[in-house]
């Protein structure tokens, strides 16, 4: 494609190609160093009780400080660790520090009810989480209840039979699992009766367009009459306007998490916010 439109554009090709590679391969070395150098930290968004303007939970989200690329978001790096495979450390250390920080809030009388941790398709696969996790909690006092996992449909499907097996270890251990950017995944409904499901988190995609878009009316609607009769919390993401907060709330969707209320932050602005209401 690029030969067709001639030598110039040809090797214009190559030489961003090469540059494409040798900056992944930067990144991969700096990342293998990230964690020991500290340069990994958690952000936490919180989820709000729109009903009753209270933080009620917050979701746990990585971000690296490097020292010479600066604020690398984990949409940059997360698919890098997943392929080399540093994840799988990555993903404890996040869940580590997750449990001190909570076991931390609650220890100082900042009683947020959970932290949302993501979970990726690798980690979940290949990460032993049903003894990992639970070695984790126990190092710092924290209880499952505390901790809820978040995983996104495709990592459901990827393999069905395995997800609902070590689901339901960790169910059974008293984690709440939650869908992540639910209604996005190329998936079946199955899995909803199959698997220990707590918690949908619509994506943020359907809410966007609240109260104004007919259709992404009715799909929230609908997916908000669905987990009431399965029993499932409810949570929109991306909420950043108050109509759609309004719509939600009048819809009989509680929960809610986006820049309109918070945005992700450090963990002592969290401590500082809980006692402002919103
Ligand atoms: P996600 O789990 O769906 O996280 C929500 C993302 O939406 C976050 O972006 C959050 O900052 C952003 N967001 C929340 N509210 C709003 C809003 O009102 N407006 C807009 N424009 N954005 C909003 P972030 O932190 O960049 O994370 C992106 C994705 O990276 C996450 O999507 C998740 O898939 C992944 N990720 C983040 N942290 C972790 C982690 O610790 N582990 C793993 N495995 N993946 C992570
Ligand atoms: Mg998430
Ligand atoms: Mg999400
Ligand atoms: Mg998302």
Same mark, same amino acid.
């Given at each position: 494609?690029?030969?067709?439109?001639?030598?110039?554009?040809?090797?214009?090709?190559?030489?961003?190609?090469?540059?494409?590679?040798?900056?992944?391969?930067?990144?991969?070395?700096?990342?293998?160093?990230?964690?020991?150098?500290?340069?990994?930290?958690?952000?936490? #968004?919180?989820?709000?009780?729109? !009903? &009753?303007?209270?933080? /009620? +939970?917050?979701? %746990?989200?990585?971000?690296?400080?490097?020292?010479?690329?600066?604020?690398?978001?984990?949409?940059?790096?997360?698919?890098?660790?997943?392929?080399?495979?540093?994840?799988?450390?990555?993903?404890?250390?996040?869940?580590?520090?997750?449990?001190? #920080?909570?076991?931390?809030?609650? !220890? &100082?009388?900042?009683? /947020? +009810?959970?932290? %949302?941790?993501?979970?990726?398709?690798?980690?979940?696969?290949?990460?032993?989480?049903?003894?990992?996790?639970?070695?984790?909690?126990?190092?710092?006092?924290?209880?499952?209840?505390?901790?809820?996992?978040?995983?996104?449909?495709?990592?459901?499907?990827?393999?069905?039979?395995? !997800?609902?097996?070590?689901?339901?270890?960790?169910?059974?251990?008293?984690?709440?699992?939650?869908?992540?950017?639910?209604?996005?995944?190329?998936?079946?409904?199955?899995?909803?009766?199959?698997?220990?499901?707590?918690?949908?988190?619509?994506?943020?995609?359907?809410?966007?367009?609240?109260?104004?878009?007919?259709?992404?009316?009715?799909?929230?609607?609908?997916?908000?009459?669905?987990?009431?009769?399965?029993?499932?919390?409810?949570?929109?993401?991306?909420?950043?306007?108050?109509?759609?907060?309004?719509?939600?709330?009048?819809?009989?969707?509680?929960?809610?998490?986006?820049?309109?209320?918070?945005?992700?932050?450090?963990?002592?602005?969290?401590?500082?916010?809980?006692?402002?209401?919103?």
């Amino acid at each position: 494609q690029a030969k067709e439109r001639g030598k110039n554009t040809y090797r214009f090709y190559t030489h961003e190609l090469t540059q494409r590679v040798y900056e992944r391969l930067t990144m991969e070395n700096s990342l293998r160093k990230a964690l020991k150098n500290n340069e990994l930290i958690l952000h936490y #968004q919180p989820q709000v009780d729109m !009903s &009753e303007n209270k933080i /009620i +939970g917050v979701e %746990a989200l990585v971000r690296w400080n490097n020292p010479d690329m600066g604020m690398v978001p984990p949409v940059k790096f997360i698919p890098i660790a997943e392929e080399t495979g540093l994840i799988i450390s990555i993903g404890e250390w996040i869940i580590d520090e997750a449990c001190r #920080q909570i076991v931390h809030w609650k !220890s &100082e009388g900042v009683e /947020i +009810g959970y932290i %949302a941790v993501n979970i990726s398709a690798k980690q979940l696969m290949h990460g032993n989480l049903e003894k990992t996790i639970p070695l984790i909690l126990d190092k710092y006092g924290c209880k499952p209840e505390w901790i809820e996992l978040e995983l996104t449909e495709s990592i459901l499907m990827e393999d069905p039979e395995y !997800s609902k097996n070590i689901l339901t270890l960790l169910s059974e251990k008293g984690f709440k699992l939650a869908i992540d950017d639910f209604g996005t995944g190329y998936s079946s409904l199955a899995y909803l009766k199959n698997l220990p499901i707590h918690k949908l988190k619509i994506d943020k995609s359907f809410v966007d367009n609240l109260p104004f878009a007919a259709a992404d009316c009715e799909i929230v609607k609908s997916t908000i009459h669905l987990c009431k009769g399965l029993n499932l919390t409810i949570v929109a993401e991306g909420i950043e306007q108050k109509e759609q907060g309004e719509f939600l709330l009048r819809e009989g969707c509680m929960i809610a998490q986006g820049y309109y209320y918070f945005k992700p932050m450090a963990a002592d602005l969290v401590t500082q916010n809980f006692h402002i209401s919103i």
